[in-house]
């Protein structure tokens, strides 16, 4: 069974940092690629950052320069670190792991930029 578990969400002021952290298991992780998206209040979800197996990297243009995904593939983790966060950074962030046809979710860990 497939578990995606999202951690070190929280509320921050704006210029602060925040580190997510993703957990996986069931999944032979180093295999697949992982992701970050994140949905605001009344917004679609979309997509933030990306790290592919080989460790390849890809951003949206709204967080290029202030936000950094990497990857352990010894400890199954894909953490996504956040600096200079803003207010139009507050979402709720989800992890996502993608190999082929499959593609599963986490539950979702909330950020929240504010003074």
């Known amino acids: 069974q497939v578990q995606l578990v999202e951690s070190g969400g929280g509320l921050v002021q704006p210029g602060g940092s925040l580190r997510l952290s993703c957990a996986a298991s069931?999944?032979?992780?180093?295999?697949?690629?992982m992701g970050w998206y994140r949905q605001a209040p009344g917004e679609q979800r979309e997509l933030v950052t990306t790290?592919?197996?080989?460790?390849?990297?890809n951003y949206a243009d709204s967080v290029k320069g202030r936000f950094t995904i990497s990857r352990d593939n010894a400890k199954n983790t894909v953490y996504l670190q956040m600096n200079s966060l803003k207010p139009e950074d507050t979402a709720v962030y989800y992890c996502?792991?993608?190999?082929?046809?499959?593609?599963?979710w986490g539950q979702g860990t909330q950020v929240t930029v504010s003074s």
């Open positions: 996502n792991a993608k190999r082929g046809a499959f593609n599963s």
């Open positions: 069931g999944i032979i992780f180093r295999l697949y690629d």
């Open positions: 790290i592919t197996s080989g460790g390849n990297t």
